[in-house]
């Protein structure tokens, strides 16, 4: 079995993600305001916390911010803050996140779902990096890094006038794109392994699929992407004592397609192309004669399927 190739909490090696993940690094050290997109369930938060622990600002907190998740009516009070007695209720006065995230991160995700007056005064403090919170009579500085993320299109949602077009730019200094899991390829395969060693600490025993319950999961449309992959492992690795997982475990038969025939045939041409370099310890010319096909055949095979031989 190889090994699954892991960065920070996000598993994968398909060209997109190693596109992300060099990405990540390149711009984590910087200050600069970073918008993650992505389909739900793709993993925002998970490049977000990459970012975050890959900045100076490691030993900052990080702090999370659903924005959809809280009435609009109580989203400026949690975002920005308030003084004692500003509305009923209000008997103290209270930092808003902004201010938690104080030499840290503030991740605010489903950034699309905010209100446009919270639109305005997150813009003032990007501008001037102050938070005024509701009913105070002066600002505070404050020193945050602000990665805002979305599954909405936001040059759409700008043209309709739904969005601020300056909050859009000044969040976009830097964007990154998570593709849906069914972009990934064998991707599937590698994030399967890390869920399941996940839950073998958690449940305390060791759990794997067998080669059939992998083929399913790679046909497998996958709408709610990783999000949705994770909850499928867990669902079927929960009851009783089992260790392995079949197809049958999996419960993906109504909402899985049936494979064509070019996919079946794409399927068995990649593993044949893996297990004979796996077989030959990566020497292409043996490998190639196993499979009787010319030596540049192979390669162009094993870039197709992003086969990364071992070292002879």
Request: aromatic share 4%.
């Amino acid at each position: 079995m190889e090994p699954t190739p892991v960065f920070d909490d996000m598993a994968g090696n398909s060209p997109p993600m190693r596109a992300l993940f060099a990405q990540i690094e390149k711009v984590a050290p910087t200050d600069l305001t970073v918008l993650v997109l992505g389909e739900s369930g793709t993993g925002k938060e998970l490049v977000a916390r990459s970012l975050h622990r890959r900045s100076t600002r490691t030993r900052g907190p990080f702090v999370p911010l659903n924005c959809g998740a809280i009435p609009l009516t109580l989203l400026e009070s949690e975002l920005f803050g308030h003084e004692r007695g500003v509305f009923t209720g209000a008997d103290r006065a209270r930092m808003g996140y902004i201010e938690s995230a104080a030499g840290g991160t503030l991740f605010l995700d489903e950034i699309a779902e905010m209100p446009p007056g919270a639109q305005a005064k997150l813009l003032r403090v990007l501008q001037d990096h102050c938070v005024h919170r509701l009913g105070a009579t002066r600002e505070h500085k404050v020193d945050v890094r602000v990665i805002a993320a979305t599954h909405q299109n936001l040059p759409s949602l700008v043209a309709a006038g739904a969005f601020r077009a300056d909050l859009y730019y000044r969040l976009n200094e830097v964007k990154l794109e998570l593709p849906p899991l069914r972009a990934r390829g064998d991707d599937v395969t590698h994030i399967a392994r890390f869920v399941l060693a996940e839950l073998s600490r958690q449940y305390g025993r060791p759990l794997a699929c067998t080669e059939a319950a992998y083929a399913l999961l790679r046909r497998h449309d996958w709408p709610g992407n990783v999000r949705e992959l994770e909850n499928c492992l867990r669902r079927a690795a929960a009851p009783g004592e089992r260790t392995t997982l079949d197809a049958a475990d999996l419960e993906l038969h109504a909402s899985g397609r049936p494979p064509h025939l070019a996919e079946i045939l794409e399927q068995a041409t990649e593993a044949a192309v893996r297990a004979a370099l796996r077989r030959h310890g990566g020497a292409l010319a043996a490998a190639a004669a196993e499979l009787d096909i010319p030596v540049k055949e192979l390669q162009r095979l094993a870039e197709r399927f992003d086969v990364q031989p071992p070292s002879s």
